[in-house]
């Protein structure tokens, strides 16, 4: 398979790129020639074993794929959306996109748009590589050399962009196997505020590998809002990196629902490279099946005075897997670093298995850090309750189960997401 | 409507009903008192089928049927409802969405539709009147967050709601100011129907002065050590109730 890789990118470096971005990509396909694909053997990937990824063969799939208006009606956000990137096979499709005029400085667009125009050198150059490194994972790497396209979303300081930014990135499932590199790009500045939703959905059961990576900027005092959400197909391999930069008091709420695919794995990571930044990192995942879903984050107090919140929370049965593990870094600059970390797992069958792992590295006196983590079934108070009123055990246990879901659904603050993320778990539950 | 026979139950290895008789009518309204540590709670949670609880032995019918031998969810489907002294919370769940589950799924156990869901508002909106509530309670996840007080009247509001032929208070009163303890008894007083019965337990009499009962059982050690007029409440308010107990070891 890293055979297939390199022809694959033998054949990307043809063409116009720039010559700091063919350095870029050099760098990532040397990065994952030394370090090739993950094994149980290496301590990030010791319960996540991605064997099926690096037997499977894929292939960027040819041009022109079409997929219709109405196929991804069904995951449009209404009248909330602000503006729609639509993405089909890791090619951008403008046939599916909506983008209406936007206030003056802001950018929402392709990057192989941008890429074309001057705000390659002032927007992408300085940043692009250098806050998702091909050094952190094989895929960061792999997604480096291989990136066929992504977003890239621009919010000059001050300005307040309400309305959704919506990156919706479909697999067709046309062919089989294909395989589609993303790379996206946030960049906020000063007191700059957005709400931006990854949107990852699936029109087949076929076998593909979407792998995505996704890099954060946010300056003083900005807010984004920022939710990943991933519906893939059945026997889907999903790897999705993000890395965020936090400035001085900005505010990352991140979100992240991991439902669909075979594999999927997200590594989320946070920095704190000014005091007093505020961060929320939640996530809600459901295995099924012979699912594996695996989330690993990190969350990193280099500065004094920050916040961290961190909730996530899974629901497993058959014979699913879960991996979950939090890191929390606090340097000894960090002092007066406020953090709380919980995963909190509901087991509801007997195959299923989850491993959780705390990783709380602590180098500053004065800081206030919790963690804690539950694997478990559902209570028997609450369900002879229900029991109690009418509602025999089958349904109380759908109910139950979805409140526990519930509690991280009802707080999201981007209608659509909320409303669509109700359905996608109710029906879930049937 | 109801008949316990000799009931005996245990919680582990631990015997708490010593053999309980207890028969209760329809339009009846009775009082079941005793110290802590009786077993009325015990009585109460036994006729829900409580599963902390192991029944050993003796009876228990509800409309000539084998109440034991039911589900939890069939003996509230066949009308017998339990108003928790530790109402249960559950975060995620609204109170609109709980109560017309528990209303839908007791009506299609009696083969009914399920109720349309804006016929079930103004069901609802008429009910919530009994608790003096108003609409915005419903939108609350059940119980979660609520006072001591506001739960026992969402216990009433569920059992207004759901309309059972036997309705057994466990406790409803412990926790209550004045205020509450009124809004509460004024919704079970207002509930009553010939066809129904209420079985109140309790520690102390002051709930008896607004919800009056035909009948007064004394529990103590397990077993119903005497029975009486609405009177005897009064009595045990004013003697206590040690002169009973020592009796129930004597009986013992």
Partial sequence: ?430 | MLQIKNLTANVGEKQILKGVDLTVNAGEVHAVMGPNGSGKSTLAQVIAGHPAYTVTGGQVLFEGRDLLAMEPELRAQAGVFLAFQYPVEIPGVTNAYFLRAAFNEIRKAHGEEEMDPIDFLDLLEEKLKLVEWGPEIMQRAVNFGFSGGEKKRNEILQMAVLAPKLAILDETDSGLDIDALRIVANGVNKLKRPDSATIVVTHYQRLLDHIIPDFVHVLAGGRIVKSGGKELALELEAKGYEWLESGAEALA
């Fill in chain 1, 1 to 430: 398979m890293t055979q297939a890789f390199a022809e694959q990118f033998a054949r990307t470096r043809v063409g116009g790129s720039p010559p700091w971005l063919t350095a870029l990509r050099e760098q990532g396909m040397a990065r994952f020639g030394e370090v090739g694909f993950p094994t149980l053997r290496d301590e990030d990937w010791r319960f996540t074993d991605i064997g099926p990824v690096t037997k499977a063969s894929f292939a960027t799939p040819p041009a022109g794929t079409a997929v219709s208006a109405g196929a991804i009606a069904p995951f449009a956000f209404g009248a909330h959306e602000g503006v729609r990137l639509a993405f089909v096979d890791g090619r951008y499709d403008p046939a599916l996109s909506v983008r209406p005029a936007l206030p003056a400085g802001v950018t929402a667009a392709p990057l192989s748009e941008i890429l074309g125009t001057p705000a390659a050198a002032s927007l992408l150059e300085p940043r692009l590589g250098t806050l998702a490194r091909a050094e952190m994972t094989p895929f960061v790497a792999l997604n480096t050399a291989l990136f066929s396209d992504g977003a890239v979303v621009h919010i000059p300081a001050g300005a307040a962009v309400a309305p959704v930014i919506h990156l919706l990135f479909v697999s067709s499932g046309e062919a089989a196997g294909t395989m589609a590199h993303l790379r996206n790009l946030f960049v906020l500045g000063r007191g700059a505020s957005a709400n931006v939703v990854e949107h990852y959905v699936s029109l087949s059961d076929a076998e593909y590998l979407v792998n995505a990576a996704t890099e954060v900027d946010l300056g003083d005092n900005a807010e984004l809002t920022h939710y990943q959400v991933q519906r893939q197909g059945p026997r889907a391999f999903h790897l999705a990196a993000i890395n965020a930069r936090q400035g001085r008091d900005s505010r990352y709420h991140g979100f992240s629902a991991a439902i669909g695919g075979r594999i999927g794995r997200n590594d989320t990571r946070t920095v704190f490279a000014g005091p007093g930044g505020e961060c929320t990192l939640n996530g809600l995942y459901l295995g099924r099946a012979d699912q594996l879903v695996d989330n690993h984050t990190a969350i990193e107090h280099r500065e004094p005075n920050c916040g961290s919140r961190e909730l996530y929370k899974g629901i497993l049965t058959g014979r699913s897997h879960a991996v979950f593990n939090g890191k929390v870094l606090v340097t000894p600059e960090a002092q007066k670093t406020d953090g709380k970390q919980t995963n909190r797992n509901l087991v509801l069958s007997d195959g299923a298995r989850v491993d959780t792992k705390p990783q709380l590295e602590i180098f500053a006196d004065d800081v206030k850090c919790t963690h804690g983590a539950t694997v478990g079934r559902l209570e028997q108070i609450p369900l002879f309750y229900l029991e109690s009123r009418g509602i025999g055990p089958a349904l109380g246990q759908k109910i139950l189960t979805y409140a526990f879901a519930a509690e991280m659904l009802t707080g999201l603050s981007i209608d659509p997401v909320r409303a669509q993320l109700e359905a996608l778990v109710a029906a879930w539950l049937e």
